[in-house]
T-cell receptor
Framework: NAGVMQNPRHLVRRRGQEARLRCSPV?????VYWYRQLPEEGLKFMVY????????ESGMPKERFSAEFPKEGPSILRIQQVVRGDSAAYFC???????????FGEGSRLTVL | RKEVEQDPGPFNVPEGATVAFNCTYS??????FFWYRQDCRKEPKLLMS???SGNEDGRFTAQLNRASQYISLLIRDSKLSDSATYLC???????????FGAGTRLFVKA
């Protein structure tokens, strides 16, 4: 009975490199969310996806960030040309068809040197 | 104005105390409401939904006041294990955009 699986758990990148974070939702969940959390701060909504569709990306920075949830495989959050300010914990969550009931992964902690 | 606002605390209470947190939301058309709990450096977990009529789950009571646009969480007989950050969560119209407050920190001490 696997929950939301995120990998990598920890990722170190140098400025200018790319970061790819993966998220496999709970089996049967069709809704995927990505949130960013800076140290000592709250969760900031980034994007909400369903299979093959981005439903709401109002929280995503306009540049360098993209997300997808393909028909097969995990959801991917991609950050191009990372900067130090991208260092954060990135949480993925999935939901059944019950709005607001989110199941979170353990997060991916990105450190940009 | 933030969509969901909470007093960051921290609230420092002794074991056995009763403690209450409030949360306000800005979108009067928000549809559903929840409290989550997040332990230090862990993922958030759903604590309870908040229903219009108010609801209770053991030592936890949640209430919703739509007219004033606030949600509350009451914890009775606090335990050391209740120490965590409590996140107020709101779903906006359309249902699936889920917004988290910044959280209220609770420390329960022996």
């Amino acid at each position: 009975n696997a929950g939301v699986m995120q990998n990598p758990r920890h990722l170190v990148r140098r400025r200018g490199q790319e970061a790819r974070l993966r998220c496999s939702p709970v089996k049967g969940h069709s809704h995927v969310y990505w949130y960013r959390q800076l140290p000592e701060e709250g969760l900031k909504f980034m994007v909400y996806l369903q299979k093959e569709n981005i439903i709401d990306e109002s929280g995503m920075p306009k540049e360098r960030f993209s997300a997808e949830f393909p028909k097969e495989g995990p959801s991917i959050l991609r950050i191009q040309q990372v900067v130090r300010g991208d260092s954060a914990a990135y949480f993925c969550a999935s939901s059944p068809d019950r709005p607001g009931e989110l199941f979170f992964g353990e997060g991916s902690r990105l450190t940009v040197l | 104005r933030k969509e969901v606002e909470q007093d960051p605390g921290p609230f420092n209470v002794p074991e056995g105390a009763t403690v209450a947190f409030n949360c306000t939301y800005s979108n009067s058309a928000s549809q559903s409401f929840f409290w989550y709990r997040q332990d230090c450096r862990k993922e958030p977990k759903l604590l309870m939904s908040v229903y219009s009529s108010g609801n209770e789950d053991g030592r936890f009571t949640a209430q919703l006041n739509r007219a004033s646009q606030y949600i509350s969480l009451l914890i009775r007989d606090s335990k050391l294990s209740d120490s965590a950050t409590y996140l107020c969560v709101v779903n906006n119209p359309g249902g699936f955009k889920t917004i988290f407050g910044a959280g209220t920190r609770l420390f329960v001490k022996a």
